[in-house]
Structure formats: C-alpha cells, structure tokens
C-alpha cells in the first residue's frame, strides 16, 4: 500500500495550491482518504476526509469554505484544493487511507503518505 503526496511548494497569502495523493497496492475506492497537516512545534490536525463514495465529505472548521477534498477513483487520486491561504496553513501535509467511514482521529487510518511541504509566506 503506497501513498504519494504532491503538489506541495510556496504560496502567497490569499494563493492556491492543489496537493494530490496518488494512491496504489490496495483497492481505492474501498477506502476512505483524509488529509492532516502538522505545523512545526504543533499537534497533528485533521483537515478534511472523503467517503468512498464521495459523497460523504467533512472538513475542520479551520479549512471550511477555503479547502474543498475530491477524490478520481478512476486516476485512484485524492485532491486538495486549497484557496485563500493564510500563514497559518503553512504545515506538512499528510494524506492517509481507512476502511469504513470518514473520521477525523488519525490514529484510525491505518496507511499514510510520506507528507509535503506547503508554506504560505509573501
């Protein structure tokens, strides 16, 4: 089971970014996908998750509005398009993958990518 983060770099503030998860070794669209980030000196947070069907999507107050999750089980890809960035999204970025539902508590998903780097500075 492998997953490849993407799409990471530098943004401005009110930028755009589009991270992508590439996902391969196990049946996507079994799985539920959700992105975490983890700022330096910070918890873990939870950002956004997507059912298997995509139907179901949920986001963290923090990213709502801005963050919008999709997921391309035909290209077995997750995206994360993120606008109006802000500093304070500055973090690594993590996508990860579980069975069953959409949950923020990573410790629940059971694989997870390598992370990428998303700074937001002027």
């Known amino acids: 089971v492998q997953l490849v983060e993407s799409g990471g770099g530098l943004a401005q503030p009110v930028g755009s970014l589009r991270l992508s998860c590439a996902a391969s070794?196990?049946?996507?669209?079994?799985?539920?996908i959700g992105w975490f980030r983890q700022a330096p000196g910070k918890e873990r947070e939870w950002v956004s998750c997507?059912?298997?069907?995509?139907?179901?999507?949920n986001s963290a107050d923090s990213v709502k509005g801005r963050f919008t999750i999709s997921r391309d089980d035909a290209k077995n890809t997750i995206y994360l398009q993120m606008n109006s960035l802000n500093p304070e999204d500055t973090a690594v970025y993590y996508c990860?993958?579980?069975?069953?539902?959409?949950?923020?508590?990573?410790?629940?998903?059971?694989?997870w990518g390598q992370g990428i780097q998303v700074t937001v500075s002027s």
């Open positions: 990860a993958a579980k069975r069953t539902s959409c949950t923020g508590y990573g410790r629940l998903y059971t694989n």
């Open positions: 997507i059912s298997t069907t995509g139907l179901g999507i």
């Open positions: 070794g196990f049946t996507f669209d079994d799985y539920v």
